[in-house]
């Protein structure tokens, strides 16, 4: 989708579920990391997540510009657009928009270690020096098993 198409996108979500017009930009922002979409006070411009497009698809997506929209709508009409209001609360169920999003599945990598005496494995983020280090439940020697990737 490009930014054009967002934009409509945006302006048809708006006319259809608010019956109000969406007068100004909406654009995507790769940098966006753990929310769908953010509505910007000043400018009152949308930016949105496009790999939220890219996991979910289209009709999660346009759940989230719902979700923006009442921020949109209501900071705009001088009500309340924040998580905690009524107003705002009572708006998402009316346009049935989610109030928080899931979060995107990501792959990590971890380092798998095993105790020599207790057989225990254990991951960890950071690969560490096994010398310096002795298993928490027994006090035995351990040993780095090898280098996975893990879904979180």
Sequence with gaps: MTELELQRH????????FQKRFQHQARFNQRLRTT????????HDIEMNPR???NFGLDYFIGIMKHELCHY????????????????RALLAKVDAP???QAIPTTQKMHRYTCLSCQTEFLRKRRFDVKKY???RCNGRLAYKNEELVNR
């Design 134 to 136: 002795r298993c928490g």
């Design 36 to 43: 769908g979409g953010r509505y910007l006070l000043q400018s």
């Design 99 to 101: 109030r928080f999003c």
């Design 73 to 88: 709508h209501l900071h705009l009409e001088g009500k309340g657009y924040q998580h905690r209001d009524a107003d705002f």
């Design 10 to 17: 945006m302006e048809r979500v708006s006319l259809q579920f």
């Design 52 to 54: 939220y497009l890219e």
